[in-house]
């Protein structure tokens, strides 16, 4: 079992939809937790940052962590095409940044 | 202020030749990363140094791979011989100390191995 998953999608949606994104981890020791975007033919940028259990939101985004289930989601409201990109979670283990697989979304104007 | 360089942006290469990819940090970051990115895999850590001293090589995929950090603002990870699972994206990231500190990402290298 990998260590974290996450649907690779490809995810499509119209433009102002509301997006969610997942991923599950199954090492409960796991303790901060990240989103990264990134664009076509670029490296990943850090998105998002949370350490606790509940949501941090910044602008059109929110980061929930569930850390009873072992499950993270990446929220985007009013989604803009511009938020086309590949979304990766990240989770922090004691050794190391454990990316999941990516989930290619595609906002259509 | 530059972000974290990596040369070259492409590589085209063929089965047994030697590869080197080269990674400039962001200047006053203590922390280096190399990552390869496939389809398949998805972005797996290959080695992590600290202050030039390598800290974790357990991703690195076999002895054909080796890392170096010289010094503070220069690195390399070399594949010889290449072969054509090799080919990825290979990302350098920096940050400012460790592993839990925010990590920025270079361009990436596109690596083909025919």
């Known amino acids: 079992q990998k260590e974290v998953e996450q649907d690779p999608g490809p995810l499509s949606v119209p433009e102002g939809a509301i997006v969610s994104l997942n991923c599950t981890y199954s090492?409960?020791?796991?303790?901060?937790f990240m989103w990264y975007r990134q664009y076509s033919r670029k490296g990943p940028e850090l998105l998002m940052y949370?350490?606790?259990?509940g949501n941090k939101e910044d602008g059109r985004f929110t980061a929930q962590v569930d850390k009873s289930s072992k499950y993270i989601s990446l929220f985007i409201r009013d989604s803009q095409p511009s938020d086309s990109a590949t979304y990766l979670c990240?989770?922090?283990?004691?050794?190391?940044?454990?990316f999941g697989q990516g989930t290619r979304l595609t906002i259509n104007p | 202020d530059a972000g974290v360089i990596q040369s070259p942006r492409h590589e085209v290469t063929e089965m047994g030749q030697e590869v080197t990819l080269r990674c400039k940090p962001i200047?006053?970051?203590?922390?280096l990363f190399w990552y390869r990115q496939t389809m398949m895999r998805g972005l797996e850590l290959l080695i992590y140094?600290?202050?030039?001293?390598?800290?974790?090589d357990s991703g690195m995929p076999e002895d054909r791979f080796s890392a170096k950090m010289p010094n503070a603002s220069f690195s390399t990870l070399k594949i010889q011989p290449s072969e054509p699972r090799d080919s990825a994206v290979y990302f350098c990231?920096?940050?400012?100390?460790?592993?839990?500190?925010?990590?920025?990402f270079g361009p990436g290298t596109r690596l083909l191995v025919l």
């Open positions: 990231a920096s940050s400012k100390q460790g592993n839990r500190e925010t990590q920025y």
């Open positions: 090492n409960s020791a796991f303790q901060y």
């Open positions: 949370t350490y606790s259990s």
């Open positions: 990240a989770i922090q283990g004691a050794q190391k940044l454990v």
């Open positions: 200047s006053g970051h203590n922390s």
């Open positions: 140094f600290n202050n030039n001293v390598p800290i974790d």
